[in-house]
């Protein structure tokens, strides 16, 4: 079962304005994880927070967990033209070996200059 | 830090050749990789894991003599798709990670191929 679904819309905002995404899953997790990717690019690692932590920051992200909900969400506050890009969440599982990531399906993000 | 280098960035090749892409973990030892496949706009789809000096674990459907893995050392892995088709055409993804619990997947740039 897929593991770390984001919300499906695509995300349109203005320079200067904060970017929420949220992900759920399914099942009991290790940890959580936001990558960003830029079209045809590989994944850049965000921020990683564990199942043990409710709300992790880093620069200008801010993730929170919910176990109980299955749910995170990434907020990007004073968003920027270069926060253009999709945003994965992935999960690791403790029913999956190898530390394998399971991702979402992604969401897009555009900001408007 | 972290970085995980990928090569080539593009390859465009004719049906039946073999061809093989390069990840490597340049400033860390890299006790596990990872070989991801995506779509146009889709997710990325694991295809296989590798730990270093082991044989690899693929996934579900994917089949390990088309997709050869070796990770020979802690700071490369190699795919090499073998007798390619025009179906096999995709973006490719390696990623890496330093052994111990909540360590990140570190991602290379991810190759484009595309057979003719």
């Known amino acids: 079962s897929q593991q770390g679904e984001e919300d499906p819309q695509a995300l349109s905002i203005q320079e200067g304005e904060n970017a929420t995404m949220n992900c759920s899953y399914k099942t009991s997790i290790n940890n959580l994880q936001w990558y960003r990717q830029n079209s045809g690019r590989g994944l850049v690692h965000l921020i990683l927070?564990?199942?043990?932590?409710r709300e992790k920051h880093s620069g200008r992200l801010r993730v929170t967990l919910d176990t109980s909900k299955k749910s995170s969400s990434l907020l990007i506050t004073a968003s920027r033209a270069a926060d253009t890009a999709s945003y994965f969440c992935?999960?690791?599982?403790?029913?999956?070996?190898?530390?394998?990531?399971?991702f979402g399906k992604g969401n897009q993000v555009v900001v408007i200059p | 830090g972290a970085v995980v280098s990928q090569h080539p960035s593009w390859v465009i090749c004719k049906s039946g050749t073999s061809v093989k892409i390069e990840c490597r973990s340049l400033?860390?030892?890299?006790?596990?990789m990872f070989w991801y496949r995506q779509f146009p706009k889709q997710s990325l789809m694991l295809m296989a894991t590798s730990n270093e000096g082991s044989k690899a674990t693929y996934e579900q459907g994917v089949e390990k003599d088309k997709f050869l893995i070796n990770h020979a050392s802690l700071t490369l892995s190699t795919l090499t798709v073998t007798s390619a088709h025009p179906e096999d055409s995709s973006f490719y993804i390696c990623s890496a990670r330093e052994a111990g619990q909540n360590q990140p997947q570190h991602f290379g740039d991810g190759t484009r191929l595309s057979i003719l």
């Open positions: 400033d860390f030892q890299a006790t596990t």
């Open positions: 927070i564990r199942s043990n932590e």
């Open positions: 992935a999960t690791v599982s403790t029913p999956y070996g190898n530390n394998r990531l399971a």
